[in-house]
């Protein structure tokens, strides 16, 4: 019988299906937006760090919060959701609970992340026989330097050890039945990419997609074109050395307005066919004075416009896009919005 993951991958492998897949949004911002503090090192995983939050038998408000929040995503239009584990690398796990590495202290991250894939499949059960499907979400380096919007690196960058960074929730998110599919997401550096893609089928096993950070100028955020990431790609698929379990491939955390450009410069730049994925942010702009997010004077480069998301599905669906969904300062009615350009 053919699971739910295995038709998913047949139906984007495929170019001439036309199904289309919708992914979630900006869980952050919903955390924040309800009134829990995200404002941590391990950013939308606090809750569940808590002891609190694993009551069930009463629910903390965190826990009530995190529920709705999937179920505001779901009932949106989402056939796919990210675990709320983007910041929840090891390093940034010891950093915020003041740990030491220990063997101990692996064990209980390890158990955690556990914990967190299978609250997250939870929630994803009983939609009327609908099959949800389950990310991995897995930050970059940068998110736990803070340059995943600058993919600066330092002047030795294709000499950081990447593998010790991924591999304590790479080797979870592998091995957890709960995990359909590993997202690495926002990677703005080129070196950082090379080793993603080093990774053979023998150490990435599972269906896996990446994610780059990209600016306006259809570059990665360390100024790499991206016509040099998608010969990158070619040359991996040439001497067959590109792994067969990367399924999409494609751009998160950027702008609106650029995301269509660069999804279409990653099409154009391929000499083979690649299912891609885009979720930007929202458009809104961070002013770091007030603290606060405001609207771009123009509309067009907002993505709360549901016009808007429909001139940029269209173009996402002409380049290949068969996962779309939404990433900072989305929210359900966005995702809402993309379900309905899709299904116009």
């Known amino acids: ?138 930050g970059c380096y940068g998110s736990m330097i803070l340059a995943e919007f600058t993919g600066k690196y330092g002047d030795d960058a294709a000499n950081i050890d990447y593998y010790k ?38 150490i990435l096993n599972k269906p896996f997609f990446i994610g780059l950070s990209t600016n306006d100028n259809q570059e990665l955020r360390d100024g790499t074109p991206l016509s040099k990431v998608g010969e990158l790609l070619n040359e991996l698929k040439t001497i067959n050395k590109l792994n067969e379990n990367c399924i999409l491939f494609g751009c998160n955390c950027c702008s609106f307005v650029s995301s269509s450009k660069s999804i279409h410069s990653l099409k154009e730049s391929l000499n083979f066919y690649l299912p891609l994925i ?13 603290k606060e997010w405001y609207k771009p004077k123009d509309e067009l480069l907002y993505a709360g416009n549901s016009n808007n998301w429909q001139v940029s599905v269209d173009k996402y669906i002409d380049d290949n896009c068969k996962v779309i969904g939404g990433c900072c300062r989305t929210t359900p009615a966005d995702i809402k919005s993309i379900y309905e350009a899709i299904n116009k």
């Not at 038709?7 to 911002?29: A, E, R």
């Not at 885009?278 to 007030?290: A, C, F, L, M, R």
């Open 1 to 138: 019988m053919t699971t739910a993951v295995e038709k998913f991958v047949k139906n984007i492998s495929n170019p001439n299906d036309k199904t289309i897949y919708v992914l979630d949004g900006g869980q952050g911002t919903y955390l924040e937006n309800s009134g829990i503090n995200v404002n941590s090192q391990i950013w939308c995983s606090i809750p569940f760090t808590k002891d609190s939050f694993w009551n069930e038998n009463e629910k903390s408000t965190e826990r009530r919060i995190m529920e709705q929040m999937f179920k505001d995503f779901l009932n949106a239009g989402c056939n796919l959701v990210m675990t709320p584990t983007y910041q929840l690398n090891y390093s940034s796990y010891l950093t915020e609970l003041k740990l030491k590495d220990s063997e101990k202290s692996l064990k209980q991250y390890d158990s955690l992340l556990t914990k967190i894939g299978s609250f997250t499949r939870k929630q994803t059960l009983n939609r009327d026989n609908k099959d949800i499907l389950v990310v991995g979400s897995i």
């Open 165 to 202: 960074h991924y591999k304590p929730q790479l080797d979870n998110f592998l091995q957890n039945d709960n995990i359909d599919i590993i997202g690495f997401e926002t990677v703005p550096n080129f070196y950082e990419l090379k080793f993603l893609l080093s990774l053979d089928s023998k």
């Open 278 to 290: 885009s979720y930007p942010n929202s458009g809104e702009i961070y002013d770091t004075v007030t």
